[in-house]
């Protein structure tokens, strides 16, 4: 799973950009969300993500908020 952020919404028809952090960009669809409303997103907003090859590029799919859990040694 590629970790990144959102780099842009197109909120009137429901699609964005995501680029990985190793700079690489993707496009998504509401439809490619997991666990969170498109309307929840935000830009510079941390999720994870697959990706494929698509017709229009790359599409990035099941998409979710990124949540880094940290150890505090417990």
């Known amino acids: 799973m590629e970790k990144g952020t959102i780099l842009k919404l197109v909120h009137d028809k429901e699609y964005g950009t995501v680029r990985t952090n190793t700079g690489?960009?993707?496009?998504?669809?509401?439809?490619?969300?997991?666990?969170?409303?498109?309307?929840?997103?935000?830009?510079?907003?941390?999720?994870?993500?697959?990706?494929?090859?698509?017709?229009?590029?790359?599409?990035?799919?099941h998409i979710r908020p990124c949540i880094e859990i940290l150890n505090k040694g417990v």
């Open 24 to 61: 690489e960009e993707a496009h998504f669809h509401k439809n490619c969300l997991w666990n969170i409303q498109f309307t929840e997103l935000t830009e510079g907003q941390g999720v994870e993500f697959e990706i494929q090859p698509s017709t229009k590029g790359r599409l990035a799919f």
